[in-house]
């Protein structure tokens, strides 16, 4: 598989189990959670503050829909670690 796809597959599959590990879709039915979409929508420079000053970093922004509720979520690139909601 060319390296660009992997890269892909592997921001894609940190988004979805996120999301699917956010207490927003846990609390979802059931059944809406077997009919989730997730569409990623691109990336875009998000601005984090800390105590000590501000900063601008690169985020996959992701929207899942769920029984009719629509959510954005981000997952910073530099710290793949935290898919955080963002609305």
């Given at each position: 598989?060319?390296?660009?796809?992997?890269?892909?597959?592997y921001?894609?599959?940190?988004?979805?189990?996120?999301i699917?590990a956010?207490?927003?879709?846990?609390?979802?039915?059931?059944?809406?959670?077997?009919k989730?979409?997730?569409?990623?929508?691109?990336?875009?420079?998000?601005?984090?503050?800390?105590?000590?000053?501000?900063?601008?970093?690169?985020a996959?922004?992701?929207?899942?829909?769920?029984?009719?509720?629509?959510?954005?979520?981000?997952?910073?690139?530099?710290?793949?670690?935290?898919?955080q909601?963002?609305?």
């Amino acid at each position: 598989m060319p390296k660009m796809q992997t890269i892909q597959r592997y921001f894609g599959d940190l988004m979805t189990e996120g999301i699917r590990a956010s207490v927003w879709f846990r609390t979802a039915p059931s059944e809406f959670q077997a009919k989730a979409k997730i569409k990623v929508l691109g990336v875009e420079q998000r601005k984090f503050s800390s105590m000590l000053h501000a900063t601008m970093r690169p985020a996959l922004i992701a929207e899942c829909e769920v029984g009719g509720e629509v959510q954005r979520f981000c997952l910073l690139l530099d710290n793949a670690g935290n898919v955080q909601p963002i609305n």
